[in-house]
């Protein structure tokens, strides 16, 4: 760990340097931005889904109905198929460019783009998602 947090000295170090100190909070304020979107996509692909723990106390394996996919073509094309995400988690090594559609994933209302914004906005995300989140609960695996 230490050895990352010297990485990032570094990299602001080599912000300021080679591009004025001026610009040094303009790169904090993007990894910022970047931090918040890699956890508000993290978060919208996860909530609300858990794995069911067997009888020996094991938690089922991870399987397309572990995450929520936005199977929406323009998503589909500026974020690399990351809208299909459960077919990631499904088998992980799978490459970007051939992730598939699975229908018994959970989906998504919204792309992705408007699903963050929903994210940021915690009451709304809230009673959009909690009633699809206990559908979904009450299909059969």
Not at 18 to 38: C, D, N, R, S
Not at 90 to 112: D, M, N
Not at 117 to 136: E, G
Request: aromatic share 16%; glycine share 6%.
């Amino acid at each position: 760990m230490l050895r990352f947090q010297v990485f990032q000295v570094l990299y602001l170090l080599a912000i300021g340097w080679g591009f004025g100190w001026k610009l040094v909070p303009y790169a904090i304020a993007i990894a910022f931005f970047g931090i918040l979107m890699l956890e508000c996509v993290n978060y919208i692909e996860h909530y609300g889904l858990r794995r069911k723990k067997g009888p020996s106390g094991k938690y089922e394996p991870v399987s397309p109905r572990h995450s929520w996919n936005s199977d929406h073509e323009v998503g589909r094309i500026f974020l690399y198929e990351l809208t299909r995400h459960s077919d990631h988690h499904y088998k992980a090594t799978r490459k970007y460019q051939v992730l598939r559609h699975f229908e018994e994933s959970p989906q998504l209302p919204f792309g992705y783009p408007t699903s963050i914004i929903l994210a940021l906005i915690p009451p709304l995300w809230f009673r959009i998602m909690n009633s699809r989140v206990k559908q979904w609960e009450l299909q059969p695996a």
